[in-house]
């Protein structure tokens, strides 16, 4: 069965300071992964995906992941984050029957 | 609207009562999902429909669950007899197709937040 696993559920940090949002996932054939961000009261936003091609994929909001085939994760990154930043991120991956299969998310807490 | 709509934003209701969740997807968009958010959870996959056809139900999590599809658009999500554990953020997600060799971004509404008392 695949699945997605986010290790954290909240990560504090300081606004200018780089973070690391982790997500593993597992699957027995190819996959989709994504990156979604959901600000409070809002619906979900794509932030980035991983199709084919280049590990290293850019999304918006200065936001990156880098897929790594062999460890099975792909963790979220930004080198500087902004009280903007500040929501809850889910870490999915689409299976062959189309339908996401998402991680539990990851609170992204921004401090000044 | 250019996006996807659900309604109604929030629902209360009665345990036993049963409930219906509208989505509106992005004119166009063949393939239509509904997904769940419970409390401090990630989101689970519960339908999806291309055309007005439903080739995956494996979410829906009892038979208290349905869901329709009609004229290729709206969609309604019914709980019947609804439970506490029903309480949840409902969400609808539309694309333009499926398909793993033809990605398209699924876009999501903004949700229906139940609570079952």
């Known amino acids: 069965a695949q699945s997605v696993t986010q290790l954290d559920s909240q990560v504090p940090v300081f606004e200018e300071a780089p973070v690391e949002l982790r997500c593993n996932y597992s699957?027995?054939?190819?996959?989709?992964l994504f990156w979604y961000v959901q600000y409070p009261n809002q619906g979900l936003q794509l932030l980035l995906k991983?199709?084919?091609?280049?590990?290293l994929v850019k999304g918006i909001n200065g936001f990156e992941a880098e897929f790594n085939k062999s460890q099975t994760s792909f963790h979220l990154r930004k080198p500087s984050v902004h009280i903007s930043d500040t929501a809850e991120y889910f870490c999915?991956?689409?299976?062959?029957?189309?339908?996401?299969?998402f991680g539990s998310g990851t609170r992204l807490l921004v401090r000044p | 609207g250019a996006g996807v709509s659900q309604s109604p934003s929030n629902k209360v209701t009665e345990k036993g009562k049963d409930v219906e969740l509208r989505c509106d997807p992005i004119?166009?968009?063949?393939?239509l999902y509904w997904y769940r958010q419970r409390l401090g959870q990630g989101l689970e996959f519960l339908i999806y429909?291309?055309?007005?056809?439903?080739?995956?139900k494996s979410g829906l999590p009892s038979d208290r669950f349905s869901a329709e599809r009609t004229g290729e658009s709206v969609s309604t999500l019914t709980i019947q007899r609804t439970q506490q554990e029903d309480s949840a953020v409902y969400l609808c997600?539309?694309?333009?197709?499926?398909?793993?060799?033809?990605?398209?971004?699924?876009?999501f509404g903004p949700g229906t937040r139940l609570t079952v008392l």
């Open positions: 004119s166009g968009h063949t393939a």
């Open positions: 429909f291309q055309g007005n056809s439903a080739p995956d």
């Open positions: 999915a991956l689409m299976d062959s029957s189309y339908k996401l299969i």
């Open positions: 991983y199709l084919s091609g280049s590990t």
């Open positions: 997600a539309s694309s333009s197709v499926t398909g793993l060799a033809d990605y398209n971004e699924q876009f």
């Open positions: 699957s027995s054939v190819s996959v989709y």
